[in-house]
């Protein structure tokens, strides 16, 4: 069974990440990790050699790849790109920002659950109008 390459499904998504070198190496651990054959990898790895272009153009490419379902972001890369993360609106690739070893996580700076949080506030507010 080993050796056997898997076989794509339509039902078959990848979890893509944008993270720090602890952080891909620990989820390539756990399986994430997926190399297509043209060599296109699910993860980019970031550096303080990697630019914001590079980090821009892997999130553009991941939220548009139909292979991926979600895409792991590191809370403190996600801040390098926030214009790009925050107006990104598509269910699918879902965007979770995650923290790293270095950077603990900030709640204030998360996209999703200021979205969460915007919502819930409407719906309080239209409850309360009835």
């Known amino acids: ?22 952080t891909v190496t620990g989820f390539l651990l756990a399986g994430v990790g997926n190399v297509d054959l043209r ?33 792991l972001i590191s809370q403190y890369i996600a801040n390098m790109i926030r214009l790009h993360v925050d107006s990104y609106n598509k269910p699918v690739p879902a965007i979770l920002e995650i923290p790293s070893k270095d950077h603990p996580y900030d709640p204030a700076h998360d996209s999703v659950l200021s979205r969460v949080k915007y919502l819930f506030s409407t719906e309080s507010v239209a409850s309360g109008r009835r």
């Open 39 to 71: 060599r296109k990898t699910n993860y980019l790895i970031v550096d303080s050699k990697t630019t914001v272009k590079a980090i821009e153009d892997a999130f553009k490419e991941f939220t548009t790849r139909e292979d991926i379902a979600i895409v």
């Open 1 to 22: 069974m080993a050796g056997r390459a898997p076989i794509a499904t339509k039902s078959s998504a990848l979890i893509a990440m944008i993270a720090d070198e602890d």
